[in-house]
């Protein structure tokens, strides 16, 4: 069992001024732990990240939106999301955890608590090779909800099953820039095909996550050309999020303010910022006005 640290406290205000509707799209709240329990059989313990710390962390932003992501630690029970969901008075999405024991009443009633997609975390410290069988299996019943799909994969995996992720017939978002090591260089196999994903129809890509592919450690801009080389591929269908609190950091906790300013670096132009903060999440999930 891995015991996670905490969120820094500090949350620092960035550097420029997030427009309106700003969207952090991806996110995740935690418990608290006596109300919202973590899953028997998980694979690290986080501390409690409530909706009322991660409102404190948006005002200090200045982000409006979320999508929260829900995280393995509470399993399939996506209750702490949806409760997060239901008090947002509509400013936030979701994207749940989901089996094959889930009913189609199941997820209908997760759409109309606002999720908008299916998560599968593949990353190999905490659940092991894909299982692209069961994604498929899930694919088929969310389609019709016109609902997407989000992938947590580590880069030779990325590589690997290229061909099923471009199968779908789907929205698919790869999560963390693909978990791509930026001491492998822009040439390496896994980025070249998340650029090449991104030059499709229904793939995407989220530029978050600085903090987990940087191999030269804070403040993480090695990750800058990596996320600019995807918003340049493809601008219209990047997403960029915090990942607050942070789970599974193994070293230095990044501070959110901090990396808002990596994204000013990554996406200079404010139009294309504009973008990726409201533009493209606002037409992914549906947000209203």
Not at 76 to 84: G, Q
Not at 95 to 110: E, H, S, Y
Request: net charge negative; charged share 25%.
């Amino acid at each position: 069992m891995i015991y996670c640290q905490g969120p820094d406290p500090d949350t620092k205000a960035p550097s420029f001024k997030a427009p309106p509707k700003a969207c952090d799209a991806h996110c995740h709240v935690f418990g608290p732990a006596a109300k919202f329990p973590f899953a028997e059989k998980r694979s690290y313990t986080p501390p409690d990240a409530p909706f009322e710390a991660f409102q404190k962390l948006q005002r200090i932003l200045g982000l409006e939106r979320a999508v929260i992501v829900q995280a393995t630690c509470h399993g399939t029970d996506n209750s702490a999301a949806l409760d997060a969901i239901a008090r947002s008075n509509g400013r936030y999405r979701g994207v749940a955890i989901a089996d094959d024991g889930f009913t189609d009443r199941d997820f209908q009633n997760l759409h109309d608590g606002g999720m908008r997609g299916v998560r599968f975390s593949f990353a190999r410290h905490l659940s092991g090779a894909p299982d692209f069988s069961r994604v498929k299996r899930i694919a088929e019943r969310i389609r019709p909800l016109g609902w997407h799909l989000v992938l947590y994969l580590e880069a030779p995996d990325v590589v690997e099953n290229a061909k099923t992720i471009a199968g779908f017939r789907m929205p698919v978002i790869i999560d963390h820039m693909g978990r791509v090591k930026t001491k492998d260089g822009l040439d390496q196999p896994a980025f070249r095909q998340l650029l090449d994903f991104l030059r499709g129809d229904d793939i995407w890509v989220k530029i978050c996550g600085p903090e987990r592919i940087s191999s030269a450690g804070p403040p993480f801009t090695d990750a800058v050309p990596f996320a600019s080389a995807l918003i340049e591929a493809a601008p219209d269908r990047v997403l960029w999020g915090t990942d607050w609190p942070h789970p599974n950091i193994d070293g230095t906790m990044p501070n959110d303010g901090d990396l808002m300013n990596l994204l000013a670096l990554a996406a200079p132009d404010e139009q294309v910022r504009n973008r990726i903060l409201v533009d493209n999440p606002a037409r992914l999930y549906g947000f209203e006005g």
